[in-house]
């Protein structure tokens, strides 16, 4: 009888606990700021007022927070006490304490709704990984390009910056120095490439342009990432881009646009001397990546009868097409994904629109009913006058200041500059340019007023 009272007792003074837990950060959510946690660096150590890591400024990168969503961090067995009714049990967010067995006990219907809770708040601000590749004269366009995530994204964003180490402290200093600091963090890392080969893959294409192929093998605790060139803006939230990681099926592993839409104008299928994917080839200026299941994959290929994964397959490649390939790395995942279709997943050209879609007329069709989601400025078109409409949104965001009015300092400004681009094929169309931006803008402000 004594011991069926004290696995009550224990059981009551557990439910108890978890009230107070519950009280608490009710407590917390009422007070000003939300209770909102403070920026943690990639070790998980708070850091007051929500600063930056720093390691571009001492020079050297920082170790990625491990950030998997298949890790199994989110599943919590609880150690019933040693009554016979009682039953261990793997709790998580979908198994409701409603729906709990009855020879369940109470301490674990408590503990799991305290669970939940936490969960719920954890997994809502879930971080998007971001990278991009710098070299040369690029921290300004990087950062710009940075600047347009910032603005538009909901969930936080966790930025990887691969750079040359005479960049890590500039970029280390702008971005520490700007605003909303518990909406992103960041890490910079060397360039790297396998030693034995390192010289080869610096030069191919643009000077550390094929960093990217080797980001799976780099970021090893990264789940999923999104990479993108510096030339990149984004006109509508990384979330919504994000959310195609969801949408790929049992055997696709990234997710790129084509590289044209009209084959009359296309590029590798009039003069590409290898294989490429599709009808048209394939951009790789944003490519979504689930890193694990790269990592996981045995790839076809036309060198071996053997499949060969990630990390074996790149530098044969290279071997046998350097010859005949003309835009690096790029051409290499074209190769690729030929051999392997069923494992790319397409997104329409308004996730990657370039010059390409309206110097010779608008042919991208998406772009043109929903707006442009996100602006590749490639060819340096944002900074030269051959296309003033690409340059003008570029100018308009780098100059935009955070905590500034979107739509006086951003909106407004940049529609009148696109109306002075109308003698151009692009600036004809410049209101596909802003129909995006504009929603966006629009869905910032019903936000924040709902939420006053």
Known sequence: MRRYVRVALL???????????????????????????????????????????????AGRAESAPPDSTEDS????????????????????????????????????????????YGFMKTHLAEKMHLAVVACGERVEETVTMLKSAIIFSIRPLQFHIFAEEQLHNSFAAILNALPYQRKFNYTIYPITFPTESAAEWKKLFKPCASQRLFLPLILKDVDSLLY????????????????????????????????????????????????YYGVTGINSGVMLM????????????????????????????????????????????????????????????????????????????????????????????YHDDKQPTFRAIYESIKRYSFGDDLVNFLLQP???????????????????????LTKSIRYIYDTRSKGS
Not at 30 to 57: I, N
Not at 103 to 116: I, K, L, P, T
Not at 255 to 264: D, G, K, V, Y
Not at 328 to 340: A, K, S, V, Y
Request: glycine content about 8%; charged content about 25%.
């Open 11 to 57: 059981c009551l003074g557990c439910g108890l606990c978890s009230l107070l837990y519950g009280s608490s950060q009710l407590a917390l959510q009422q007070e000003p700021g939300g209770g909102k946690p403070q920026a943690r660096d990639p070790a998980g150590r708070k850091r007051a007022g929500g600063a930056r890591a720093e390691a571009g400024s």
């Open 73 to 116: 961090r989110w599943k919590v067995r609880f150690i019933p006490t040693s009554s016979k009714k009682c039953k261990n049990l793997s709790v998580s967010y979908w198994n409701s304490y409603w729906m709990l067995p009855s020879d369940v006990c109470g301490m674990n219907c408590f503990w799991e709704a305290a669970f939940r």
């Open 228 to 275: 993108v060139d510096t030339d990149i803006l984004f006109l509508r939230p990384v979330d919504d881009i994000w959310s195609f990681l969801k949408k790929f099926n049992s055997t696709q592993i990234a997710a790129m646009a084509p590289e044209h839409e009209e084959p009359r104008i296309g590029w590798y299928n009039r003069f590409a001397r290898h294989p």
């Open 290 to 381: 689930n890193m694990t299941r790269i990592r996981r994959k045995y790839f076809k290929n036309d060198m071996t009868t053997a499949q060969l994964q990630w990390g074996e397959i790149l530098m044969p490649l290279l071997k046998k097409y350097k010859l005949n390939i003309t835009w690096g790395d790029q051409d290499l995942l074209n190769i690729m994904f030929f051999h392997n279709p069923e494992s790319l997943f397409v997104f329409p050209c308004q996730w990657n629109y370039r010059p390409d879609h309206c110097i010779y007329g608008s042919n991208c069709k998406e772009a043109e009913e929903e707006g442009i989601f996100i602006l590749h400025g490639n060819r340096g078109v």
């Open 414 to 436: 940049l529609e009148l500059e696109l109306q002075k681009t109308t003698h151009t094929y692009c600036g004809r169309i410049y209101k596909v340019f802003i129909k995006q």
